[in-house]
């Protein structure tokens, strides 16, 4: 099946800095990207939908300059978490989509974030 | 709008018993069914989808799941549960557009 990396897995990072976490495609091509919160014991928060080359689609409640997508090629999508705080810990999971209708994402194996 | 709920926060078997996580769905349109397992500080991992078809769809691991289009439902199977199965499970429904909405997760604790 269709692999999705993320790196890092693990980060832990003081209030106030910026955190980068990458998300990729290994064997296939992604048009769509999503990124994906999970806070502990909970469902997945969807943060935004990117498309290869425009600008991400942030769900309501979500900060766009809080959180930077970029997806800059089929094969890679960035999600940055600027000025993060310690609220921002969580799990933020990434998953790819080959072409939209029905076909399942490939989910990512999430990125563990801790702000001290 | 669309909606998945998984009524049931944690599922105990004991092993080799048959085991069913329950989910039921609310879709304007056919639903695009699916069920994932999560693991520990691990990813998603896809188990099995309903699209269309027979009602009765197999998946990985053992796994199978019924869909019901009367019921909305489409609960999740295995006929022989094993320690290893032990996980949180995500039902999720998609209308063929670009949003998958997943459910609450239900957590499964398979007894030795």
């Known amino acids: 099946g269709a692999v999705v990396s993320q790196h890092p897995s693990r980060v832990i990072c003081k209030s106030g800095t910026s955190v980068k976490i990458e998300c990729r495609s290994l064997d296939f091509q992604a048009t769509t990207m999503f990124w994906y919160r999970q806070f502990p014991k909970k469902s997945l928060m969807l943060m935004a939908t990117s498309n290869e080359g425009s600008k991400a689609t942030y769900e309501q409640g979500v900060e766009k300059d809080k959180f930077l997508i970029n997806h800059a090629s089929l094969t890679l999508s960035t999600l940055t978490v600027t000025s993060a705080h310690p609220e921002d810990s969580s799990f933020y999971i990434c998953?790819?989509?080959?072409?939209?209708?029905?076909?399942?994402?490939?989910f990512g194996p999430g990125t563990r974030l801790t702000v001290l | 709008a669309q909606s998945v709920a998984q009524p049931e926060d944690q599922v105990n078997v004991a092993e080799g018993n048959p085991l069913t996580v329950k989910c039921t769905y609310s879709?304007?349109?056919?639903?695009?069914l699916f069920w994932y397992v999560q693991y520990p500080n691990r990813g998603l991992q896809f188990l099995l989808k309903?699209?269309?078809?027979?009602?009765l769809v197999k998946g990985s691991y053992g796994f199978e799941a019924e869909f019901n289009k009367s019921q909305t439902s489409f609960h999740l199977k295995k006929p022989s549960a094993l320690v290893s199965d032990s996980a949180l499970y995500f039902c999720?429904?998609?209308?063929?557009?670009?949003?998958?909405?997943f459910g609450a997760g239900t957590r499964l604790f398979v007894k030795a």
């Open positions: 879709v304007s349109g056919n639903p695009y």
């Open positions: 309903y699209i269309t078809g027979d009602n």
């Open positions: 998953s790819a989509r080959v072409v939209a209708g029905s076909d399942e994402q490939f």
């Open positions: 999720a429904v998609n209308t063929g557009g670009f949003k998958t909405i």
